[in-house]
Structure formats: structure tokens, C-alpha cells
């Protein structure tokens, strides 16, 4: 049973350019959730998504940000026009239906220069 | 009210001993209390983790300690070696809310040969 699955591992981008994080959760599992880790600093929920519904976007930056979970394929963390404080490491946790166990996949570091 | 706070920022133990890592919270609906263990470069990984039923928990050399009314939870990694060696974050989350996690700061743990 494959774990939770991000692409791509690592993601350069200028200032300025769009950034796509992509999330495959483990097999079963029907909610998806993203968090942002900044260098030395704890992870910060950003946002919590079901199969076509975004649940909780609390987190989430009001500006720049947005994120989908089609019926179909991954989930994916946009990132409109990136400012150097975007970079950081992301990662998306799947978990299954009704349960609150949460597994996390290896994220996504993102480097703006 | 949303916060839970992590200690100690760092901890240093000699293989074999003991490694305690406190976290304490506000919010009396949290209703799940998990610890994930991160490599460098890795994603967390669910190590244990608690519901306020009940007062400990154990699996293998990690043991998690539960205080309700001092609104408290702790990490106990019993002869600890230095495959340990990692950060260490507390979570909670209340399943009513679509059980997103709050994290603690982070504890990076270094056990010595």
C-alpha cells in the first residue's frame, strides 16, 4: 500500500512565477489536508479538502493561494506570483474516511529566488 | 486558545536513558492528541498518539502520558538510542472542526552513543 505521494520533491521558482504542488493520497483515503512548515518553525495547517469540496480553508492566505481535489487525480497547492517568503517546505496529509489519523507525505520544498 | 505549546525546544540524552518531551494546550474540545517523529528532509510520521479517555498509552518504547485537568500531554521514549534522534512535534485536533491538526513547536532530540 503505497504511502502518501508528492510531486515534485523540490520546486524552484523566480519571483513572480506560479508554483504547482501535487498530493496523491494513500489509497482509500478520501480527505486531504495541506500544511506549510517554514525553515526552524512548526507546521501550520493551511487547508482541508474532501473528493470536488474544499472543507476548511481557515488557514489558507486570502491572496495568491488556492486549492482543488478533483474526482479525478491529485490534490494541488496553487501558488500565484511567488514572493520569497513562500518559500518553505509543504506538505499534504492524507487521512481515511471518519478517522482522524493523519499520514503525511514527504512534501514539497519550495525555493523563491 | 488554539495553540499548544511544545517543551523543550531541544533535548540531548545518552543512549539508553530516558527522553521526556511535554506539551500543554488551551482548548479544552481538542479530542486527539498525536506525536510525529521527523527526519531532515522527511515527512512527520505518526509515532502514537492519544484520546482523553484514557490516561497512557504504550507502544514499544514510547509511552504517552495524559493529564486532562492540568490540560497536559507528554512523550516518554524509554532507552532511547540515537536512530531517536530526530524532531519530535505534538499535535491535537477536534474531530468536530474536520480534525485538522494543531502543532506544537517541535522538540529536536539528540540522543548520544
Known amino acids: 500500500n503505497a504511502g502518501v505521494m508528492q510531486n515534485p520533491r523540490h520546486l524552484v521558482r523566480r519571483r513572480g512565477q506560479e508554483a504547482r504542488l501535487r498530493c496523491s493520497p494513500m489509497?482509500?483515503?478520501?480527505?486531504v489536508y495541506w500544511y506549510r512548515q517554514l525553515p526552524e518553525e512548526g507546521l501550520k495547517f493551511m487547508v482541508y479538502?474532501?473528493?470536488?469540496?474544499?472543507?476548511?480553508e481557515s488557514g489558507m492566505p486570502k491572496e495568491r493561494f488556492s486549492a482543488e481535489f478533483p474526482k479525478e487525480g491529485p490534490s494541488i497547492l496553487r501558488i500565484q506570483q511567488v514572493v520569497r517568503g513562500d518559500s518553505a517546505a509543504y506538505f499534504c496529509?492524507?487521512?481515511?474516511?471518519?478517522?482522524?489519523?493523519?499520514?503525511f507525505g514527504p512534501g514539497t520544498r519550495l525555493t523563491v529566488t | 486558545q488554539q495553540q499548544v505549546k511544545q517543551s523543550p525546544q531541544s533535548l540531548i540524552v545518552q543512549k539508553g536513558g530516558i527522553s521526556i518531551i511535554n506539551c500543554a494546550y488551551e482548548?479544552?474540545?481538542?479530542?486527539?492528541f498525536p506525536w510525529y517523529q521527523q527526519f531532515p528532509g522527511k515527512g512527520p510520521a505518526l509515532l502514537i498518539a492519544?484520546?482523553?479517555?484514557?490516561s497512557e498509552k504504550k507502544e514499544g518504547r514510547f509511552t504517552i502520558s495524559f493529564n486532562k485537568s492540568a490540560k497536559q500531554f507528554s512523550l516518554h521514549i524509554m532507552d532511547s538510542q540515537p536512530g531517536d534522534s530526530a524532531t519530535y512535534f505534538c499535535?491535537?485536533?477536534?474531530?468536530?472542526?474536520?480534525?485538522?491538526?494543531?502543532f506544537g513547536e517541535g522538540t529536536q532530540l539528540t540522543v548520544n552513543p
Open positions: 496529509a492524507s487521512s481515511p474516511y471518519t478517522r482522524d489519523e493523519q499520514y
Open positions: 489509497k482509500g483515503h478520501s480527505h
Open positions: 479538502l474532501q473528493k470536488e469540496n474544499i472543507i476548511d
Open positions: 482548548n479544552t474540545a481538542f479530542d486527539y
Open positions: 492519544i484520546r482523553p479517555d484514557v
Open positions: 499535535a491535537a485536533s477536534v474531530k468536530t472542526s474536520g480534525s485538522r491538526l494543531t
